[in-house]
DNA sequence: TGCGCGGATATGAACGATCAAATACGGTGT
DNA sequence: ACACCGTATTTGATCGTTCATATCCGCGCA
C-alpha cells in the first residue's frame, strides 16, 4: 500500500452558510426539502449555493444516509472467442438508464483468487453499492442465490428459479424465434436447420427450443447442428451442411456471429444469400448490419430492459418492494435481405 | 425524488472492538498498520474481524480520509453504424488493472441536456472519484482541457496537447502501420491501397500516415481511399477498386471492421483473399479471428495499455507526481491467413 | 399582558472511520 | 528508588452531511 495524499477538499456546506449568512440546515433543506424555506431565503441561498458551486460530498451524504446511489455490475468475462453479444449494447443501455435515474455504474470483477461470491461480499460489507444488476443468469446461478440468502437488492437480465426473488427481465426468446421460423416458412422453406454451439446457456436453450416449436407449428423439416465456437469448425460444419444432398435452403443461426462463419461457408459453396440461401439469426449486433447481404435478425430492447431492469431494482432498493413476478419483453424481428425475397 | 429506506448497517469497526476487548483504533491498526501490533493481538483482532465478516465502511473512510478508491471511466457513446472498436476488450482491461490496484471503474455519462463538462464537474464537487480515466481523445478535447483547468487527476488513452499534463498512454500506430506495410512488400505486392473513413479521428490520421511512410520506405505505389461509415458504401467503393485496371494486390484496412466489407467486395468480384488479394488491417478484434481466412491485423496491447493508464492515474492521485512524458506502446503484428503465404 | 400557535431557521448529535496526541506498560541505567 | 525510553494501546477530535429537536418570531386571541 502506497501512502496516500488527501484530495484538497472543496466547498462545504458550511462555507456556503456563511456565505449566505444562514444555517447549514437551511442549506440542506435548499437542496433536500426546498418548501421548507421562505421563497425569499431560498432564492438567496440557491444563487450562493450555483455561485460557490457547491454539491453535497457524496461520502458524507452516503454515511449519513446509507445510501450510496451506486450500482454494482459484475463484468462477465468477456471470452474472445465467444464474444459477449451483451457487454456493448446492454452496458451502454444500463448506463444511461441508471444515470437517468440518478444512479451510477459501478464495474465489479472478481480479484484474481477471489471467488464471485467473496467479490460480492465485499461490496456488500464495505457498504458500496445498493444493489447488483446481473446478466447472463446461468440455471442455479451462485451468484442469484448468493444475494437472495444474503437478502441484498439485486436484478437480473434472465430467469432466476421460482423459489429465488422474481427482480427478472428476460426476452421472449421463444416467441421470437418461432415468429422467425414463421418468417421463413413464409418465404416457402421447407427444410431449415439450426445452428448454435451447445454451450448449455439457458438463453441459447430457449432459443432453440424456439426454433423447434416454430418447426412444428409450420410444419417444416428441422434439424440442429452444434459446432464448437472456432470459426474454422463453424465454416466446416455449414460447408458439411450445404454440400449435402438434402441441403436446407434456410439456416438459422443461434447468434449473429455464427452467421458471419454461415456466409463465409455458403459462398464457399457458391451459394447466393437472400436468393439461394436464407439465413437469419439473433442479437441484432452490429455485424447483422455489416454483413452483405444485411442480417435478418432479432433485435434485443436492450434500452426496454435496462430500463425495467433498473426500475426493478431502484424499487427494491428505494421501497423495499420486490416484484412478485419477473417481466418477459417481446424480441423485435429486423428484417433485412438475407431473408430473401 | 422517492422516499429513501435506509438500509439495514452492517458491523462497526466498534462492534469488532468491542467483542475483541480492544479498542477501536487497534481495530483500524489491525488493518491498516499491522505492524503496529503485537503479533498476539494482531492474531486475536484478525480472528474477530474475520469472525463477523467486518469491512470497514467504504463511505466513513472516505469522508475521512478524502480518497474514494473510484475512478471514473466516462464512456464513449457507442455509434451502432461504427462500433467502437475499444469498448468491449478495452474497458474489460481496465476493470482487472484498476481492479487489481484496489480501485473500482464507475462509468459515467452525461445525463440528457448536460454537457461533457458538466458531467465531470458533477462528479468532482461531489467527491464521487479519486480520477478519470478518458479514451478516444480528439485533438483539442475538451474533457482534458477542463480536467487539466481544475487540476483534476486523470490520464488519457490518446495524446494530449504539449501544454497540457502528459499523463497519457498511446500505441505507436504508424510504426505498427509500417511494419504492416513492410509484410505486404516482403510479400511481393507493389500497388496497396488504404481504405479508412475520413472522419478526423486522431489515432485514424495516425495510421494514414503510417500507411504513407510505409509506402514511402518500400517503394511502393499507395493510394487512399475514404468511403463513408455505411457498410454499402465500403462495399461499393471496394468493388470498384478491385474492378479497376491496375487494380490493388493488397489492401490496408483502418480498422478491423472495414476488413468485412471489403471481404464481401473481393468475393463478389471473385477474388481470392489470401492469395490474390492480401488484406490486413488494424485493432485485432474478435472479429479479425473469425473471418476466413483469418485477418492479419494488429493488437493493442490492451492489458499493458490498461495497466500504464491506471499505473499513471494512480500516481497522480495518491503521490502528486504527474508525469513528464506520455507513454508509447508498440502494438503487436498478428499474422494470419489473409496476409498470403 | 401573557399565552399558544405555527412557520422559518438554528443547534446538537449522530453516521463510521482515521489521524494526532495522550496514556499505559515494561524494561534499563544510574 | 526514580527518571527515562520505546512500544502497544487508548482517547478525543474530525471529516461533511442529515435527522431530530430546539429556538425564534410575529400574530391572533383571551
Chains 1, 2 share one sequence.
Not at 456565505?19 to 435548499?30: D, F, L, P, W
Request: aromatic share 4%.
Amino acid at each position: 500500500m502506497t501512502a496516500r495524499r488527501p484530495r484538497e477538499r472543496g466547498v462545504t456546506i458550511e462555507d456556503v452558510a456563511r456565505a449566505a449568512g444562514v444555517s447549514r440546515q437551511t442549506i440542506s433543506n435548499a437542496l433536500n426539502a426546498p418548501h421548507r424555506l421562505k421563497a425569499e431565503t431560498l432564492e438567496r441561498v440557491s444563487a450562493m449555493i450555483e455561485n460557490l458551486g457547491y454539491r453535497p460530498d457524496q461520502s458524507a451524504r452516503s454515511l449519513k444516509s446509507g445510501t450510496r446511489r451506486i450500482i454494482a455490475y459484475p463484468t462477465p468475462v468477456d471470452d474472445p472467442a465467444n464474444p459477449n453479444p451483451l457487454m456493448g449494447g446492454f452496458l451502454e443501455a444500463v448506463v444511461a438508464a441508471s444515470g437517468e435515474a440518478g444512479y451510477r455504474v459501478l464495474l465489479v470483477r472478481p480479484r484474481p483468487g477471489q471467488s464471485q461470491e467473496q467479490a460480492l461480499d465485499e461490496l456488500i460489507a464495505a457498504r458500496t453499492v445498493d444493489g447488483f444488476l446481473l446478466s447472463d443468469i446461468l440455471r442455479d446461478d451462485p451468484r442469484v442465490a448468493h444475494l437472495t440468502g444474503a437478502g441484498f437488492p439485486f436484478a437480473a437480465f434472465g430467469r432466476t428459479g421460482p423459489e429465488q426473488p422474481q427482480s427478472w427481465v428476460d426476452v421472449d426468446s421463444v416467441q421470437a424465434m418461432i415468429e422467425l421460423v414463421g418468417m421463413v416458412a413464409a418465404r416457402g422453406h421447407r427444410r431449415v436447420a439450426f445452428l448454435a454451439s451447445s454451450s448449455g446457456q439457458p438463453w441459447m436453450d430457449d432459443r432453440r427450443a424456439g426454433f423447434l416449436a416454430g418447426v412444428r407449428r409450420h410444419g417444416l423439416a428441422g434439424q440442429l447442428y452444434s459446432p464448437g465456437d472456432d470459426p474454422g469448425e463453424i465454416v466446416a460444419a455449414t460447408c458439411e451442411l450445404l454440400a449435402g444432398r438434402d441441403r436446407p435452403t434456410a439456416i438459422v443461426a443461434g447468434g449473429d456471429w455464427l452467421a458471419l462463419g454461415i456466409y463465409t461457408a455458403a459462398r464457399a459453396e457458391g451459394l447466393e444469400i437472400g436468393t439461394e440461401l436464407a439465413v437469419v439469426a439473433f442479437d441484432d449486433l452490429p455485424i447483422a448490419a455489416f454483413l452483405q447481404p444485411a442480417l435478418t435478425t432479432v433485435r434485443l430492447p436492450l434500452r426496454r430492459i435496462a430500463d425495467a431492469l433498473i426500475s426493478r431494482l431502484l424499487q427494491i432498493i428505494e421501497d423495499g418492494v420486490t416484484p412478485q413476478a419477473g417481466l418477459i419483453l417481446p424480441g423485435e424481428l429486423v428484417i433485412r435481405p438475407s431473408l430473401g425475397p
